[in-house]
Structure formats: structure tokens, C-alpha cells
């Protein structure tokens, strides 16, 4: 088991009242968000089980919405986040389900706008998450690594041109997660990082053939 | 030095090297270059800034939590015509137990020490008796890091949520958190503030975890203000000298294996306990429509 720090004993600072309903819920919003990347016309939040059950008197929807507009963890706007101006900005919708498939505190994001994409993620206990699939491909972000998420088309090498970059950078990779819908078609790496990549490897990866989606997740910081 | 893992090797460590726990605690964090000294003083004197803001707020709101069913508990505690038969610390810390439990249901921002549901108890704890007895800011932090040291050991062998190891873990722990934060305050020794810890986990051992409505708010709430004052039965007996006969790593151990045997029905899954009961179904049935 992970030895935990005093600091994780007396923290997070965080808009109650729950750490996996509340706080979890605001930490899935500001990753899924950054997956994205990029001002949704309009997002539908789909929760499951627990998270559409006791979500409401835990205030799980006003937390994945504040996440989603980048409001942090302890932000207190939070309560009130249906009547701020940036949520006013963009049209949203809550559909509450049960599907004993997924996970209990189980949420899907579906962001419309300039590109359409779905991001699905669990709030796992304490405040901790994991953003499982993007799309249909899974991945493993859990907001505690800086990341690369990659979409492709399956091509041989493309892989090791990807970390060959990366290496030039001197950035250990932590781990890697490769995907893809069949051969020959759509592919997606998720590579979590155990440093920071620099502007230049980011658009030389931007700039590589056959990539359709390059996005570099910062980690949370609470 | 190798890594802390238990109390024993706190206790030792603490007498090899003649520091105070939060000292050593310290000194252990800052291994392997991990938390440095001014990081954890830093993020404590942060929470603790975080703590008083949370009841100075909930010291002063009615406002209903989000399901109706709590919020005015704190002002009633404060206008009781009762006298009371507590003193003037106990009865503040109560107050400030509920202020900042209040204050969390009503997603207002709160310190999770060790966690959302068990947020009053450390902090009542902590600042009344500073308040009243003029420990400073200094003293207070090293009080939250004592506090933080107590809860990292626990954490070593359960997790400290419900839904593992029922409220034992999550108000039981923060009580034995607030124990040797409290005895530290009152100038305990380092066997004292263990003693402290123990004794307060040893009578919570087999609490269970039954939220009414699957909501942090029946029977969490004024869970606080009890598990405050059960903090301050096991300072009481530990300054006078009074050891758990159990060391406290067993007290762990035990606490650990209770919460495995513990029936998933009364561990955060609202299926038992007071949750299953008559009013909190009819509760349930308006609240969760
Ligand atoms: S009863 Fe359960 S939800 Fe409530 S404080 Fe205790 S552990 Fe947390």
C-alpha cells in the first residue's frame, strides 16, 4: 500500500461535502475538461449509480460542471455554480442512470462543439479519480501525472516516433496505455509522464502525420 | 533513519534522537527529499487558516443543507437556555464541531482531516483549546502536524474511509487525531500522545458506517461534536498518566481487522444500520426523488 504523507492526512482543502461526491466530482470536470480542451457549446453529464443516486444531496452535479468551467476543488462558487456567468455561457444537461456494469460513482462526459468527444471517468474514494475512456478508447489519467493523450491512425512506428520524442526530452515515461479501434483504423496512446515535456517536443508532435488529436494534460494540483 | 510505519518506531525514534513527535514527524516526512520541512508547515499552517475560516462562517449560518434535513443545530447549541454542565472549552468545542460539520453539508469550503464527514472534529478540537488556554499559531501547527502524524500511521495499515473500514476509520481516527493533537497542546510527552491516540481509537472500535440516504449528514453531523469530546476523555486519561493497556499498534491492528470483518452492509453502502430504518426510508423517498 502507498505510504500516505502528513499532508494528505490534513488536506485537501475542499467545497463539502464529500470527498468522492463532491470533491471527486469537481477533480473528473477539471481533467475531463482539459481532455477536451477547448469551450464547449453544450456538455451532458451522464451519472451513474451511486453518483445519480446520492449525487444530488452531495451537490455531484454542481461539481462536475464547476470542474468542467475550471473552477478548483476548494472554490466556493461551486454552490452556487448554475447561477455564474460562465456557466451561463454554455448549455448543459444531467441525466442520471443506473448501469450496475459500471462503476458505482461512474460519469460520462459528452462535449458538443467544434469537435465532439466523450470522456468517461470514476471517482474511486478520498477524493481520488481515474478518467478510464476517451471516445471509444480506454486510457488510465489519473490527474496525479502530467500526460499525453494521442489519437491516430494505426500506422507502423508511430509509437516509437512518439516516445523517440519524448526521449529527446529527457522525460521518463511512467506509463503507457495504447489503444485502437481495428487495424489500419483510429489508434490512441496515454502516456503519463514523470516530467514536464517542453513547447518544442509538443509541436513537433503536433506537427507529426497521421495524428488527428495531440493533448498534453497538466496533473491537478489538489 | 528508516521510514515511520508504526508508533513504536515513532516512540522510539522520538526518545533516540530526545524531539517531540511533530519534530521527528518532520524529519520523516523530509526523507528521500520527499515533503520538506517548509512544504508540510506550509500546507498545515494552510488548513489551519482553512479550519478557523470554516467556523467563523458556520458559527453564523442557519442556512439549510442542501437535503433540508440539518442546519440549524450549531445556532441552537449556542442559544441552548440548558445550562450547561461542561465547561466553557468543552462546550465551544462542540459548537465548533457542528459550525464546521454544518458548514460542509452546506458545501462551504472545509478542511478534509482525514476526511469530509469527520472535517469538525480535529479543528474543534484544536482551536478552542488554543483560544482559551493561548497556544500560538506556532504551537497550533505543530498540533495539526502531531494530529497529522497520528492519522499518516493509521493510514499505514487501513485506509481511512468508510466504505473500507467504517466510521471507525473516518471519525475514530480523526478522535484519536484530535487526542494527540489536545495532549501535545497540554505539554504531554511523546508516550502520553500516543497514549492519547490509543485510548481514543480503542472505544471507537466497531463503529459503523450507515449514512442515512447515502448523504455525509445522518448520523455524520453531530458524529462531531461526540467524537471532539471523546478526544478529550482520552487527553484526560493519558495526562494523568493512564496507559491503554493495548499499545496502540495493536490497537491499529485490531481496528484494522475489525473493519474486514465488519459486514459490507454497514460499511458507506446504506444498506443497514440507521439507514435501513423506517424514517430514514420515508427520508429517503423525499429526498432522493
Ligand atoms: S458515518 Fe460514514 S459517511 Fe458519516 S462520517 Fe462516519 S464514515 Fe463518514
Redesign the pocket.
Known amino acids: 500500500m502507498r505510504q500516505s504523507s502528513i499532508t494528505d492526512i490534513i488536506s485537501p482543502i475542499m467545497a463539502g461535502p464529500s470527498s468522492s461526491h463532491t470533491a471527486g466530482a469537481v477533480r473528473l470536470g477539471l481533467l475531463a475538461g482539459n481532455v477536451y480542451n477547448a469551450k464547449p457549446e453544450k456538455v451532458i453529464f451522464k451519472l451513474y449509480n451511486s453518483y445519480a443516486l446520492t449525487g444530488k444531496g452531495h451537490g455531484t452535479d454542481k461539481g462536475l460542471l464547476a470542474g468542467v468551467l475550471g473552477f478548483a476543488v476548494d472554490d466556493e462558487r461551486i454552490k452556487n455554480v448554475f447561477d455564474t456567468p460562465e456557466a451561463k455561457k454554455i448549455k448543459y444537461e444531467f441525466n442520471f442512470l443506473e448501469d450496475f456494469n459500471r462503476h458505482p460513482n461512474a460519469v460520462d462526459f459528452h462535449f458538443e462543439g467544434d469537435l465532439n468527444m466523450t470522456v468517461s471517468g470514476n471517482s474511486i474514494g478520498a477524493g481520488e479519480i481515474i478518467i478510464d475512456k476517451i471516445n471509444n478508447f480506454s486510457v488510465n489519467l489519473d490527474g496525479k501525472y502530467n500526460s499525453l493523450i494521442l489519437v491516430y491512425h494505426d500506422e507502423p512506428g508511430v509509437i516509437s516516433k512518439v516516445t523517440g520524442m519524448i526521449q529527446l526530452d529527457k522525460v521518463n515515461i511512467a506509463s503507457m496505455n495504447c489503444d485502437r479501434s481495428g487495424k489500419g483504423k483510429e489508434a490512441s496512446m496515454c502516456i503519463c509522464l514523470d516530467g514536464e515535456v517542453s513547447k518544442s517536443c509538443l509541436e513537433a508532435l503536433n506537427s507529426l502525420e497521421h495524428l488527428y488529436i495531440v493533448r498534453y494534460i497538466k496533473k491537478l494540483e489538489i | 533513519m528508516e521510514k515511520i510505519t508504526t508508533f513504536r518506531q515513532l516512540y522510539y525514534a522520538c526518545k533516540e534522537n530526545k524531539k517531540s513527535i511533530y519534530e521527528t514527524a518532520l524529519d520523516n516526512e523530509a526523507l528521500n527529499g520527499e515533503n520538506s520541512e517548509y512544504t508540510v508547515r506550509l500546507q498545515a499552517k494552510k488548513s489551519l487558516d482553512a479550519m478557523k475560516e470554516a467556523i467563523k462562517s458556520g458559527l453564523v449560518s442557519t442556512e439549510p443543507s442542501f437535503s433540508g434535513i440539518s442546519g440549524d443545530e450549531c445556532y441552537k447549541l449556542q442559544t441552548s437556555k440548558a445550562e450547561s454542565i461542561l465547561g466553557k472549552t468543552a462546550q465551544k468545542i462542540m459548537i465548533y464541531a457542528l459550525a464546521t460539520s454544518e458548514q460542509n453539508l452546506r458545501m462551504g469550503r472545509i478542511v478534509a482531516c482525514p ?1 469530509a ?2 472535517c469538525g472534529i480535529v479543528p474543534s478540537v484544536l482551536i478552542a483549546y488554543a483560544e482559551d488556554y493561548g497556544i500560538k499559531e506556532d504551537g497550533q501547527i505543530n498540533a495539526l502536524i502531531t494530529a497529522g502524524e497520528t492519522g499518516r500511521i493509521i493510514s499505514n495499515k487501513m485506509p481511512l474511509s ?1 466504505a473500507v473500514g467504517g ?1 471507525q476509520a ?2 475514530g481516527a480523526a478522535s484519536a487525531m484530535a487526542a494527540a493533537a489536545l495532549t501535545q497542546m497540554r505539554g504531554g510527552d511523546v508516550k502520553q500522545i500516543i497514549n492519547s491516540a490509543a485510548l481514543a481509537l480503542k472505544n471507537v472500535l466497531g463503529l459503523t ?3 442515512v440516504c447515502g448523504l ?1 449528514e445522518i ?2 453531523i453531530k ?1 462531531n461534536p461526540f467524537m471532539a469530546l471523546h478526544a478529550l476523555t482520552a487527553s484526560e486519561l493519558a495526562m494523568a498518566g493512564i496507559i491503554s493497556k493495548i499499545p496502540a499498534d495493536e490497537v491499529v491492528d485490531a481496528m484494522e481487522q475489525t473493519g474486514k470483518l465488519m459486514s459490507p452492509l454497514l460499511k ?1 453502502s446504506s444498506q443497514g444500520g440507521l439507514a435501513k430504518t423506517k424514517t430514514a426510508m420515508a427520508l429517503e423517498k423525499n429526498i432522493l426523488k
Open positions: 476526511t464527514g469527520s468508510g466510521c473516518e471519525c458506517c450507515d449514512p455525509v448520523p455524520c458524529r458507506e
